[in-house]
């Protein structure tokens, strides 16, 4: 006897990567900043007056709202503030996707995803990518062949950290009638030398919804906060119906506020995890691995010929150093390895090293 | 031209209570407990370590569950810890309830049930209370005529502070074939001579789910905390396969945990607002209200004979004084009063003595 849905009760949740406690783990798996957050987050959160607590949060988060769009120069009433971009991917299903429509993504992608399809009770589509984890030419062919109601695009992508440009996700925006979502949750650590940017993209079409976070460019994972950028109409019924009525609590939302207006300081860390991501993207081809390029803070590394993947996993795993090994189609004989200090990551590479 | 499904484009979102700023306001309208939070919140606030916060957080609050299952004598198996109370709501009408089927609660209730039946495109139906806020005599039968999957009861009630005993509960949940969901977030404020617990009603039987919030009983509204206790076959597909990855974020965890483990605090200010509440109802009764007996931390009133609740709205606003009035059926000659401190009660019964 069980009480839920029946495709609650078919489902498996997501697993997310490994948390394991201490001090001494290197932990390069979860793609998190291996810096600090700024200091005026410490000072935010030292200012916090818990008496104010007793209160209920400011409900639409404006403070945080206006300090983004401050930063990216747009309207306040185009951002949606979330608990974490997870949450954002969560409304966008929840208010656009109905029961039995369906979501494409690419294949590989988040594996979040078809989690969050088998929650909502609709259809799961993958498309695959070319072996060089560019686009197929027919992407839009296929994607107009779902009838689909959402497309999600990792974009940096993950778990390959390629980027797309603005003006080819401005094509699959037009050419695509129903709602476009860019999970950008990689994009600070972008070269600049891309200029790569779709918040006009985002603020002018009807149908583009960007998905930003703090959790990785601003070192913020623990505090749970992302935001979302589009045009009124898809933002609207996000904030006005289907958010939680307080989804952000007030001390996140000083100290995200904090964090986004540190912008001297984030892009000082996205400067040096972008030096360490080519250093270790080098130094792992030197040791025979074949490296995607990635414009992320992460690296999918091919395991040399004569080893396999998820030995080395393992192998890096007993001497405290954690990445991450996917048992997927196209994945198996791959480890994805977050960007970590420059310590770290030779520590990881001499690992690497002894273990071939 | 909008992307919204239809459920979605066609409701109305939550209108939360007035949350006004301004030093001199005195805020009797959304319930929050009027003492701060507990001294050992603000030592953990400031033993928080921001460099901490780059990593994601633990993803099931372990350390919080465990704090609330030694407070209750349960297991951590046996609770979820949550964004909010809003949040496990939310997460039980996604887990247990399909599109289409039915949920059930009384008339009057929580006005944020209908929007959340709405979101997840079910039926919502309500069962009138008796003219003394007490339940009718064939409430299961009316129940079992809906079919609903699902049956929530506030606990004690809001809006009209009455507690039904834990017996009635037991008899309701043997009778009824759905889950019934306990709203307890006003439990904290019930007499202790009432001996009221539902607790074990919850763990033992196998479709009841009990919410309970820090919103309102320790002082923590802006904090965003709340958990379900319920038998393992309704907490687990609710941890494991419908909550986001991490829906609380380091910092809340470890207040809410300093929060559970100061009962000392928070029972002293349960008792000041017990007391309050007592004299707040005589008082009220004396300027010519009908008050409703409370076992929160509110007092649902009925305006005098010849007097407006409405206007009396308006006139203690404009006094710098919210409480609540609802457009409501049944409820359009009511004010909701929070309970306050001594001095705010007694300028609000000031100020409601000179506009009668």
Not at 197 to 208: C, H, K, P, Q, R
Not at 243 to 266: F, G, H, M, P, V
Not at 275 to 282: A, S
Request: hydrophobic letters at 40%; glycine letters at 6%.
């Amino acid at each position: 006897m069980t009480f839920e849905r029946p495709n609650i009760a078919r489902m498996q949740g997501y697993k997310p990567g490994e948390q394991l406690d201490g001090g001494n783990i290197i932990k390069l798996n979860t793609n998190e900043n291996p810096y600090p957050p700024a200091p005026a987050v410490t000072e935010a959160l030292q200012d916090i007056d818990t008496a104010a607590l007793r209160r209920y949060p400011p409900p639409t988060a404006s403070t945080f709202r206006q300090a983004v769009a401050n930063l990216h120069g747009i309207q306040p009433e185009n951002i949606i503030a979330t608990n974490g971009g997870d949450e954002l991917l969560r409304l966008a299903l929840t208010t656009f996707v109905s029961p039995g429509a369906c979501i494409v993504t690419t294949q590989p992608s988040y594996s979040l995803y078809p989690v969050l399809a088998e929650i909502q009770g609709c259809e799961y589509r993958e498309i695959a990518l070319n072996d060089d984890w560019s686009m197929p030419q027919d992407f839009l062919g296929q994607l107009e062949q779902t009838a689909a109601s959402m497309c999600l695009l990792v974009n940096p992508h993950a778990p390959t950290g390629q980027l797309l440009s603005a003006d080819y996700l401005e094509t699959i925006s037009k050419g695509f009638p129903g709602v476009l979502l860019i999970d950008e949750a990689y994009v600070d650590f972008v070269d600049e030398d891309q200029a790569y940017s779709a918040i006009e993209l985002a603020t002018t079409s009807d149908n583009v919804l960007l998905l930003r976070t703090l959790s990785k460019g601003y070192s913020l994972a623990g505090l749970r906060f992302g935001y979302g950028i589009g045009n009124r109409s898809l933002i609207e019924p996000m904030q006005f119906k289907t958010r939680d009525s307080y989804n952000t609590d007030l001390i996140a939302q000083k100290l995200a506020t904090a964090a986004i207006q540190s912008q001297d300081y984030a892009r000082e860390t996205w400067k040096s995890v972008r030096q360490e991501r080519k250093r270790l993207h080098t130094e792992l081809e030197a040791l025979g691995f074949m490296v995607a390029p990635s414009q992320t803070n992460f690296l999918l590394a091919t395991a040399p010929a004569g080893s396999d993947a998820e030995s080395l996993y393992q192998g890096l795993k007993q001497r405290q150093i954690l990445v991450r090994h996917f048992q997927q189609p196209r994945l198996e004989d791959k480890l994805r390895i977050s960007v970590g200090t420059p310590d770290e990551n030779s520590k990881l590479l001499s690992a690497l090293a002894e273990l071939l």
